[in-house]
């Protein structure tokens, strides 16, 4: 979708509800009414979403011997900074302390100063209030420990995530702040801390932080984990990961425009009350956002580009890719061509689709370049020379742009309906799962690169390919539409009837009548 500029509109407010929630299961009751006194003796006015999340985290579960434990002893909060995050981790705190009243809290940072900064604000907040000021038994800000410590015996410690973490605590509670910066080595050294608490006890974790890049592998691995269930649900299956809860507010630049109000709006819910509408279409200006949208929306609209787990299987699995590699294979016939322009306009691809002599598909990546005029060309060249079956363009995506100049080159255009694309990922995923698979692709590996670094999304109740975000899927995506069409416009040849008096072994197959076509990389693609 080309990004337009915002329109400005002073009423505007930011969306209260996360664009992606997932919650746990068996909720019986929520804990959260003295977090929301605490609130309000501290003078903090927390905003409907503050509110909401603060309600699921304390969501409570009932055990069959009557006892209850957290509905989720895992959470995360994602969503871009200056929207309020802070405040969350600022109650919870306080509500480790003087509401459940747990012996020892880590509130973990990325760096020093954060950790130090956020110590500073619990200070400032228990000391507006002089009921919480007398509880306090020690501030500590010495011997490189910053902890909070009330004459009960509670305590609050601030410290900086390392290799070593806190292998010596034994927490009931562990704030990782700025998940987005987290990495696993950290964690391994920190989460063991609350291994001695899940049994009799009852461990929470709770993770803040703002969408990540490609080194935010902890991060990552959560929108993972979320974003597989909520799909999982929405496919009506039965819930498989119970026991989490996750609340982002994230764009989906599949659909979502970046440089509009409304797409602004749904991703940061202090629009209005903490942000400013033309600070962000500002913002969209000198980011470069008309340009290149990947900067404002993992900064502003919650766009991550996270690292894919090399643990994690493809899509399609890496076997079935590696067996539907043949490199001799080429397509006899007409062949069908797809263009597709990368989400950040930076590039397209062009892929073709063909039948082979023994009535596979052929499916091949035959040009891609830099910038996106460049296709015009050579699809227009191409299909003038080449017997083929048209141009298949999704009109829903940046391709959009090319159908004008198509056109006057007198393509041939065929648009994919939203109901296609659905039918084109399943069609394409299965051509490959099958124990023959109905496609052979090239070993190229710009290709290929794309198989491996696939995500996938719903779209009308269907799955298929996933376009923004990330790398590059442009020849991914133009490699499904066009297998798809050709099914459509060249099905595979049915077996002629053998004849009742000819043996079976003179009959051949239809596909076979074209061998004298001309080599498919005769025209030098």
Known sequence: MTPQPAQPSRSLLGVQTPTHLLLPADVAYHDDEELFALAAMVRLNLMEWQRDFLTNLTARRVLEDGSTKWAAPYAGLELS???????????????????????LTLFTAHRDRAAMEMFRRIERLIKSSRRLSREVATWRRANGQTAIELVTGERVMFMTRTAEGARSLSPQLVIVDEAQNATFEEMNALLPAIAAQTEEGDPLVLYTGSAGDRRSEVLGALVDRSTRELERRARGEEPLDTRFLMARWAADLDVDDPGAAETMAKTNPALGKLISLEYLQQQFLALNGPIDPRNFAQEHLGVGDYPRDESEEWVIPRSKVEAAIDNDSQPIGPVVFSVEIAWDRQSASICAAGRRADGRKHVELVAQAP?????????????????NLGVVIDPGSETKSLIPALKDRNVTLHSLKTADLGAAWGLFFDGFMVDEPTLRILDEPRFIAQFADAQTRLISGATTWKRAGGSDRSALLAATWAAYFLDIAAPPPKPAAPSRTAPLKAVAPAATQHRSAPNFRSINF
């Open 371 to 387: 910038g996106t005029m460049w296709a015009v060309e050579w699809l227009a060249s191409r299909c003038a020379k080449w017997p």
């Open 81 to 103: 900074r200056q929207n309020g995050k802070s405040a969350v981790d600022e109650i919870v705190v306080l509500a480790a302390l003087f509401v459940f009243r747990f012996p």
